[in-house]
């Protein structure tokens, strides 16, 4: 285990360019929100200034109305589509001068990961003082949140476009892109030029993709317009529950550090609402799962997919409810023949074992399941999940997803020497 650990810290130092961490080379070439936050977990165990530095150079990228941009354009790359030259952030009066991003987010999980940093850290007091201002940033951003993303006031925000859900191509986004009349748009995909097209989204799904983002910047991405003509709208279980753990995390630094009373009252009403909500709304008890709600149809999206299990990490499920999402995730996802977790319900027709988030297991979920199995005492598949995502990278190496068939995998899919791999690699294996 000291040798794959030595491995993972190897890709981290690979991957580190003078302030942040790229997720792989040629691939993704800049900084990405999310990816950041699992990266800076990893980097924490053995060069905590470079986890401080990741999480502040993200931070640095905020807007004025506290948003945080899912990719930041640090340098000028021509081998990633779609480009800063494509968002045109600066359209919305809030974003930076200083950077170009994107004008959409992805899951906020800035909150739980410096308080990852801070229960690594040696130095509890100097660590407290360092992360302070950031978590003003983080608790900027769900205000953010709530203020902007909450269409009723519920305590459940929305993403208004599936990357902003982290699972890009989820068989979930299947049956609202069939109700969206696309444009067919005209450019070049880089993606496919590194990685083998069959393991990527589709032309059609990048046609719909670049529809969405040319309707918000139509609207200079005001939220307002965006709320009332995305065609995309909807309140994804794996987003609110990195939301409901990123809160959960402020309350816990914030009581820590002291004086920060109204921002706990806030967090705390936050918290109420949304996590009432989450399990009023988004679970299903008949397929034993948390769900997707589309906002734009008004309907649910009745799928199982791994971000169903997520909510455990936040400790938002009853006991109960919880006894129940084990018991679908182990008939459907858990057989002998199968890695620990698939991206995508392996029973349905719509399972695709080596495209992207239609299937493949990832790393980044695997660990987000690992540590809330272990709050809720499921030990023993805790354990299934830390060992299943050891064996897949000693096996094929620090790949961005695999394959979750035992039998057939032969290698990882995406892209090599993946950063947050790694990084939750190393976790895991200090986690003892």
Known sequence: ??????RAMKVLENNWKDGFSIPCEALYPFQWNWDSGFIAIGLAHFDMEKAIKEMETLLDAQWENGFIPHIIFHTESDSY???ADFHCSYLHPSAPKKYKSTGMTQPPVAGFALQELYKISKDKENILATIEPLLNKVYKNHEYFYNYRDLHNEGLVYIYHNWESGTDNSPLWDDIFSTM??????FER???THVDASQRPSKKEYDHYLNIIEIAKTHNYSDQKIAELSPFLVQDPLFNTMLIKSNESLLELYKIIGNHEEKIQKLEVWQAKSIKSFNKKLFNKELGAYI????RNDKPLNYVSSSSFTPLYAGIPTKENADILIKTMMEKFGKDHQYLCASFDPTSERYNPKKYWRGPVWINVNWILYNGMKKYGFTEISERIKNDSVTLVEKFGFYEYFDARKSEGETGYGGNNFSWTAALI???LNDN
């Open 1 to 6: 285990m000291k040798e794959l650990q030595k």
């Open 292 to 295: 997707h709600y589309d906002l």
């Open 81 to 83: 589509f779609p480009g």
């Open 181 to 186: 009349q696309s444009p067919e748009f005209t």
């Open 426 to 428: 190393i976790d895991m």
């Open 190 to 192: 880089r993606d496919t």
